[in-house]
């Protein structure tokens, strides 16, 4: 068994694989990463509630975009699991290669998700959009290039900044509008925030086609906790929501 962990922002996504099959799937607070005894015993516990055996495994991969949680993280699995993880870097094995301008800038997260979508759709150009806590759009080619990413505040960031910084707009939940002009400023808050998202996903798309002079439109795939929010929309060929999990997973087959 492999266990992937994807440390983002707001949440710990994790999953454990046997070969290609995801056994279960788990999430943990990112910014309740105290401890490794903490942690630990958190991953000793959701093997024992999903009746698997954490010794039955044999790699830890983890793609982390929180510095302050690395060292906690490693020494938990070390101490917890018997297994010292591989954490995904740009300079390691993998079926792409990055062509930006600094590789090391380029998050773990949104070179997992291209490591998968070019083993899922191999030689098709392809531009992911991850919508969690920020929204992102990487671009990879059909010759497994990863060319770059545009980056903007996700749903929940977007609903939180206006919420902390004006005097009398609200939180509100992110849902999908029933109109794009609110009636009530709830309703407006939630469809500035949704069509926001899906403005800058088509914009996005159009600008890439016509800045790399693509003769079709590439694969467009969808992850992160808003994607399910866009299902209806046209805008993705698929919403896979294991994607980053499946990344990390062929990361460390390859190590």
Known sequence: MKLCLDVGNSQLCGGVFK???LLFQFRYDSKQINSSDQFGIFLRTVFRENNHNYAQLSKIGIASV???VDYTVRAACIKYLNISPIFLQSHLNMNISIKTHNSQEVGSDLIAGAIAACSLYPNKDIIIFDLGTATTASYISHKHEYLGVSITPGCRLMATTLQNDTAK???VDILIPEMAI?????LSIQSGIYYAQLGFMRQIIIQTIAEYSLSTTPIIIGTGGF????????????????LVLLGIKNMIEQN
């Open 66 to 68: 929180v510095p302050s």
């Open 182 to 186: 609110g009636k009530n400023t709830k």
């Open 19 to 21: 070969d290609n099959n």
């Open 169 to 171: 707009l609200f939180g």
């Open 227 to 242: 994607a399910h929010l866009f299902a209806s929309q046209n805008i993705f060929h698929y919403i896979i929501s294991e």
